[in-house]
């Protein structure tokens, strides 16, 4: 049985903007027939995206498996967005992920993580619910529901 090299973060740099899209893409790929449009992660600039918000990539050596993108407000972390590649999914990374985020929140000195996702999108809800976050509020947007939540940190 083959060894697998470890996985580790690294902070995105301007030249991963199109494996950030690709995998971004990838991962809410299986949401289009559901809701009937691209979600919105799908439709963003992402070399945009990294001059104005924080990026840390999962890596299993050099193969980009999972990110998160986040932007540091005056009273709490704003996490942007979530991916992992179909490939990994259902590896625990999406909790890898949101620790990672409650590690920087920490840092930062920021008692409070908070994001967004569709109304439609049940396991993520589900996910983000079992990782200590509430839904503050819904919304309509475009033809769906926005569902916004929150977590604070002990």
């Not at 697998?4 to 971004?24: C, G, H, K, Q, S």
Request: charged share 25%; hydrophobic share 50%; no cysteine.
């Amino acid at each position: 049985m083959a060894v697998l090299p470890p996985t580790a973060f690294r902070r995105a740099t301007p030249e991963d903007a199109p494996a950030i899209r690709d995998v971004t893409r990838a991962a809410y790929a299986r949401w289009l027939p559901l809701i009937g449009r691209e979600p919105m992660p799908m439709r963003a600039d992402y070399a945009a995206a990294l001059l104005a918000h924080r990026f840390d990539l999962l890596l299993r050596g050099i193969s980009l498996m999972a990110l998160i993108e986040t932007d540091l407000r005056d009273d709490h972390l704003w996490i942007e967005n979530i991916a992992v590649h179909p490939d990994h999914q259902r590896q625990g990374l999406g909790r890898r992920l949101l620790a990672h985020a409650e590690a920087l929140a920490r840092e930062a000195g920021r008692a409070e993580l908070r994001l967004l996702t569709n109304g439609a999108f049940a396991s993520n809800i589900a996910l983000y619910e079992a990782a200590g976050y509430g839904v503050t509020a819904r919304e309509p947007f475009l033809g769906g529901e926005t569902v916004y939540m929150a977590r604070r940190l002990a």
